[in-house]
T-cell receptor, first 115, second 118 residues
Framework: DARVTQTPRHKVTEMGQEVTMRCQPI?????VFWYRQTMMQGLELLAY????????DSGMPKDRFSAEMPDATLATLKIQPSEPRDSAVYFC?????????????FGPGTRLTVL | AQSVTQLGSHVSVSEGALVLLRCNYS??????LFWYVQYPNQGLQLLLK??????LVKGINGFEAEFKKSETSFHLTKPSAHMSDAAEYFC????????????????FGQGTILTVHP
């Protein structure tokens, strides 16, 4: 049963600390998305990659957020330094990119709390 | 550019009643359309999708949706609500490319929270 996995599932940290979230996309999917979900803003697209290359990261605060794909099986989202307003659930999703109809498969999310 | 509007951020129904969640889209090219469901403390799960062909599509858990091009709508329905249907539902649209595939990026609606009363 192919699934997107995310680690950690929960993270509590203090303001100013670095946070790294990891995502393993479904094998064979070449497009990876990072979303943030909050009660106030809903679901926001932060960045996405196709074939490991960043296509759009306009949704990310550039001064503190960075997203990378070191290899096809790992995507990372880093926040440095973290702030209380970054508290949210961060979802990773993967898809077949240009070969598919656009459906994305979501991971279970990382719930981040910044104190 | 495409957009999605979900009418009603909250919908409440009684168990056994009809569920109707509304979604209207805007797209300059034929769209691919999706409904996702999010249960508490979980990620989004694909309920159903419309790509081409039959305009009435069936999904998991007894849900179905009908693509109406003339109304630019893709409303989600279920004949009889169950307590387990309580969740947030998202409508999404994908832009198509020549050749029938997509660019792979989805535009989501704001979501509709469905509450089911006993």
């Amino acid at each position: 049963d192919a699934r997107v996995t995310q680690t950690p599932r929960h993270k509590v940290t203090e303001m100013g600390q670095e946070v790294t979230m990891r995502c393993q996309p479904i094998l064979g999917h070449n497009t990876v998305f990072w979303y943030r979900q909050t009660m106030m803003q809903g679901l926001e697209l932060l960045a996405y990659f196709r074939n490991r290359a960043p296509l759009d990261d306009s949704g990310m605060p550039k001064d503190r957020f960075s997203a990378e794909m070191p290899d096809a099986t790992l995507a990372t989202l880093k926040i440095q330094p973290s702030e209380p307003r970054d508290s949210a659930v961060y979802f990773c999703a993967s898809g077949r990119g240009l070969a598919g109809f656009g459906e994305q498969f979501f991971g279970p999310g990382t719930r981040l709390t910044v104190l | 550019a495409q957009s999605v509007t979900q009418l009603g951020s909250h919908v409440s129904v009684s168990e056994g009643a009809l569920v109707l969640l509304r979604c209207n889209y805007s797209s300059s090219v034929p769209p691919y359309l999706f409904w996702y469901v999010q249960y508490p403390n979980q990620g989004l799960q694909l309920l159903l999708k419309y790509t081409t062909g039959a305009t009435l599509v069936k999904g998991i858990n007894g849900f179905e949706a009908e693509f109406k091009k003339s109304e630019t709508s893709f409303h989600l329905t279920k004949p009889s609500a169950h307590m387990s249907d309580a969740a947030e539902y998202f409508c999404a649209v994908s832009v198509t490319r020549a050749g029938g595939t997509s660019y792979g990026k989805l535009t989501f609606g704001q979501g509709t929270i469905l509450t089911v009363h006993p």
